[in-house]
């Protein structure tokens, strides 16, 4: 069992900042990958960016050079900097952590936090 807590959405100007938090609840060592997934109105939930337990990263193509994800591992957390925003970043962006291995495999995910990029 984790438990995710996220912080740092709001109202930003196109071209402006935000950098969103992600605190588990357990060392993220122990996590297999924590990314961040976002869902506009209507339309289906999608990758924006993950790292895994190593530190490897990967991001969707909508937002390389833009955003950075990164962790602080002495806090258990995840962070998304996202820089140059669009209008088009707004939706909910959802924490999420993939732990277990084998035949036991979790998806766990925090409340959601809304973005909303607006002149």
């Known amino acids: 069992q984790v438990q995710l807590v996220e912080s740092g959405g709001g109202l930003v100007q196109p071209g402006g900042s935000l950098r969103l938090s992600c605190a588990a609840s357990?060392?993220?060592?122990?996590?297999?990958?924590m990314g961040w997934y976002r869902q506009a109105p209507g339309k289906q939930r999608e990758l924006v960016a993950t790292?895994?337990?190593?530190?490897?990263?990967n991001y969707a193509d909508s937002v390389k050079g833009r955003f950075t994800i990164s962790r602080e591992t002495t806090k258990n957390t995840v962070y998304l900097l996202m820089n140059s925003l669009k209008p088009e970043d707004t939706g909910v962006y959802y924490c999420?952590?993939?732990?277990?291995?084998?035949?036991?495999?979790?998806?766990?995910w925090g409340q959601g936090t809304q973005v909303t990029v607006s002149s």
């Open positions: 790292i895994t337990s190593g530190g490897s990263t």
């Open positions: 357990r060392s993220i060592f122990s996590i297999n990958v």
């Open positions: 999420n952590a993939k732990t277990g291995s084998g035949w036991s495999l979790y998806d766990h």
